[in-house]
């Protein structure tokens, strides 16, 4: 029973994809409507339709704008307005190795 439960929590952190301070950093980079990619054969719909903020790739820009409405797309999206990702300063001043950085 325990080996089973540790391979489902092993296969639920590889599926959980990029941390939230990953995916700010990417829509500061390149926005929210990342510019079309060269067709990668590996990846849905060739790489074309891809949502930033899920970092999914979908196949075809219908099953796109139908995600984009959805509830786990829209909770994903308060979640990064909400949580802005912490700075080196919040970081060594939560560590008490640092002054305030506020």
């Known amino acids: 029973m325990s080996r089973q439960r540790s391979n489902k929590r092993a296969r639920k952190r590889r599926e959980r994809g990029p941390e939230l301070d990953v995916i700010h950093k990417e829509l500061r980079e390149r926005g929210p409507f990342a510019a079309e990619t060269e067709a990668d054969w590996d990846l849905p719909g060739l790489g074309q339709f891809r949502c930033v903020v899920c970092s999914r790739y979908f196949i ?5 704008d139908e995600h984009s409405v959805s509830k786990p797309h829209k909770r994903r999206e308060k979640l990064l307005e909400l949580e802005a990702p912490y700075t080196v300063g919040e970081a060594r001043w939560a560590a008490g190795l640092g002054p305030a950085p506020f």
């Open 60 to 64: 075809s820009r219908n099953a796109l």
